[in-house]
């Protein structure tokens, strides 16, 4: 063997072996942040249960906006509560679409705490797809405000990219956006 393939094979070695053991120390990192997340909160609830409450407030929520063509979501992420409710429906009632349903839960699912988080999203404009992609985004990034580590997970799988394309406006002297006047050559 070369020296030069030799060298590409140790980097590629040491490479393969330093993502290996960051993923390890992030899963590690990240379940044990959970617990002390959620634990953190309670205290902070219950530190303030004796006190006279100035705003409204109910519980403590993580709360975040997430947009999608002209749908836009507004997610609160509850520590003390189990499932989805859109628009005061559940998820089930709400869509009736499995693949909908699933793509709202994803960003929960992912990070593996579906079970220790509920939400209330409110939704507006847009279709049902747009919609559960505006709801998936507001509830990543409300579990950013929850926990600032999920952050480079959610990134990595592509839950925090906000989706742009929108329908483009109609312009004077043509038929749609782009489409022109058919063309009549006498």
């Not at 902070?44 to 519980?59: F, H, L, Y």
Request: proline share 4%.
């Amino acid at each position: 063997m070369t020296e030069t393939t030799k060298k590409t094979k140790k980097d590629e070695v040491l490479s393969k072996s330093k993502e290996k053991a960051e993923e390890v120390v992030d899963a590690a990192a990240e379940a044990v942040t959970i617990e002390d997340t959620i634990a953190e909160v309670e205290a902070v609830e219950e530190a303030t249960e004796g006190k006279p409450k100035r705003s409204g407030k109910k519980d403590k929520y993580f709360e975040a906006v997430g947009r999608r063509k002209t749908a836009v979501a507004r997610v609160r992420l509850f520590t003390k509560m189990e499932g989805i409710k859109i628009n005061d429906k559940t998820l089930k009632a709400y869509f009736g679409v499995e693949r909908f349903e699933k793509d709202v839960e994803s960003p929960l699912e992912k990070m593996k705490i579906a079970d220790k988080l509920g939400a209330i999203i409110k939704v507006k404009g847009g279709g049902p797809m747009a919609q559960a992609q505006a709801a998936r985004l507001g509830i990543a990034r409300a579990l950013i405000e929850f926990n600032p580590v999920f952050q480079k997970r959610l990134r990595r799988l592509d839950l925090l990219t906000r989706d742009p394309r929108a329908v483009e406006r109609k312009k004077p002297g043509l038929k749609k956006a782009r489409r022109a006047p058919q063309w009549k050559k006498r």
